[in-house]
């Protein structure tokens, strides 16, 4: 199969060429070997093959949704019995996993043919992707530019063409920022939707689910569909949907919806034109489709979700960092800002911590007052164009403090010196939308529907009650076919020649 074929179709159109015989499976696993092959030296997004496994997989017999199709795994928290899941971290780029994870078992029972996985920042804690272990991933549309994080490397493969679909995860917005840095549909399920057994009962106390990124509205649905569903160590139970509920919705319209607008942010007073233009499109777009759009004051107060989700953040780095360090002791096995956010976090007292989630339920309970009035929420998803790679890196100065403060056990110092403020804007500055919906458990999503003058993506976000995983898709679906994204693609020249 040739690549301007295998581009053109998606992962539930691999399949039914597969379901019919016109298309092996190996066939497909070739064309995206070999793009990789072309591509992957210049983005970075597939950090370990697997390819012993996928030849023995095309000796099974593939059935299910997505037989035969090609798929990337996302190299945290999506393992697979006998290959490493690194984290992007050094101390754990030998770990071997011991069992699959649920979501990966559901996706070998739905026939895809996993060869690989993809590029991640340390233990996921960043909206880029410039791990130490692995070098930066790079953003097909301008690889000087991030793929955004943490899912950057599944969203690089995906917009490159490697894959139509891949495996992604999302505890404060890491499907749906890398899918507005590379032009790509992003869906956040809700909390509980899809299991994160059977290692852990749920991921981040709630804040992150599993997914992926995908190039079509009905590939993400019909995903939803087959990862959707308590495993025995849930700690909830969803609601059952009917099989094919989700890509069913993805099929019906979305009726006339209410939409609430906004584009500034506490963190961000400023976004770019860029952002304020992508919201103004799609603000006209859903006028003429018949919706009702209209400006809103803050759901929250934003400044101080930002802090409670960083409190939490930096909690759970120190206790990664402590359950890495019985693999590999010492600190050389991690980067300087891990070990400083680690020690930030070593440094919160119990109660602080306890406070800043149980104010988490506020946030929900606004976030349900404003859906009394409005079916949707529309934002940015990025407050600006993707960063360039390397932008926010930690200056060599503030690295040596804060590993002199980390050897000094002075968490307590950094965050008396204002760090943590300092911490929240330049992390979240230009990502300052996508929190809300993790600490609440709401589904979200990110459509591509606005290119700055420069050829880069620039999402807009979609945040819905509980249980809205269907409006949302309807939605999507009818954003798709007014101005279609699918065949959009990256220039070639950007993949061979781009600068770095």
């Not at 404060?172 to 590379?182: E, L």
């Not at 590999?328 to 976090?345: C, K, N, S, V």
Request: proline fraction near 7%; charge should be neutral.
């Amino acid at each position: 199969m040739d690549f301007a074929r295998y581009r053109s179709l998606d992962g539930l159109a691999m399949a039914e060429l597969v379901a019919s015989g016109e298309v092996k499976p190996a066939e497909l696993l070739t064309a995206a070997r070999e793009r990789a092959a072309a591509v992957n030296p210049k983005i970075n997004a597939i950090v370990r093959p697997m390819d012993a496994i996928a030849d023995q997989r095309l000796n099974e017999e593939l059935t299910g949704p997505f037989a035969g199709v090609p798929f990337l795994l996302k190299d945290l928290g999506q393992d697979y019995a006998g290959v490493p899941t690194s984290a992007g971290c050094r101390a754990l780029a030998d770990r071997m996993a011991t069992e699959h994870s649920t979501v990966v078992q559901r996706w070998l029972d739905a026939g895809l043919v996993i060869f690989g996985k993809t590029n991640t920042p340390e233990f996921g804690s960043k909206a880029i992707t410039e791990p130490a272990l692995w070098g930066p991933a790079r953003n097909p549309w301008n690889p000087a530019h991030t793929p955004g994080g943490s899912s950057g490397g599944s969203a690089a493969a995906v917009a490159a063409g490697i894959v139509p679909v891949a495996g992604a995860n999302d505890g404060g917005g890491s499907i749906r920022i890398p899918a507005a840095c590379c032009g790509l549909f992003g869906l956040k399920a809700g909390r509980g939707v899809i299991p994160h057994g059977p290692a852990d009962a749920e991921g981040g106390t709630g804040l992150s689910t599993h997914g992926v990124v995908s190039r079509s509205v009905r590939d993400t649905a019909a995903m939803l569909d087959l990862l959707a569903g308590a495993d025995p160590y849930s700690p909830y139970l969803p609601a059952e949907q009917p099989p094919g509920h989700y890509l069913a919705e993805a099929g019906r319209a979305p009726g006339r919806l209410r939409i609430g607008v906004r584009v500034t942010s506490a963190l961000n007073p400023s976004p770019s034109p860029d952002a304020v233009a992508a919201v103004e499109g799609a603000s006209a777009l859903l006028a003429e489709l018949g919706h009702d759009v209209e400006r809103v004051e803050p759901v929250v107060d934003e400044r101080a979700l930002a802090t409670d989700f960083l409190t939490y953040w930096f909690v759970k780095s120190a206790r990664l960092v402590a359950e890495a360090r019985e693999v590999r002791p010492g600190d050389d096995g991690f980067e300087t800002d891990t070990l400083i956010t680690a020690e930030m976090g070593r440094a919160t007292n119990a109660v602080a911590v306890q406070r800043a989630v149980e104010r988490w339920h506020g946030y929900t309970r606004a976030l349900v007052d404003f859906h009394r009035s409005y079916d949707l929420l529309l934002t940015p998803t990025l407050a600006r164009e993707p960063l360039r790679v390397g932008e926010i890196a930690t200056a060599a100065r503030e690295r040596a403090a804060g590993t002199l403060m980390v050897r000094l056990r002075g968490g307590a110092l950094l965050r008396r010196l204002g760090l943590v403020e300092k911490a929240v804007l330049a992390n979240l500055g230009w990502v300052p939308y996508t929190q809300l919906s993790n600490m609440t458990g709401r589904p979200s999503m990110s459509v591509p529907l606005h290119w700055t003058a420069g050829g880069l993506p620039l999402g807009v976000q979609f945040v819905a009650a509980l249980g809205g995983e269907g409006t949302l898709l309807r939605l999507a679906a009818q954003l798709e076919s007014a101005r279609p994204w699918f065949d959009r693609h990256p220039p070639e020249e950007a993949l061979t020649t781009g600068s770095r």
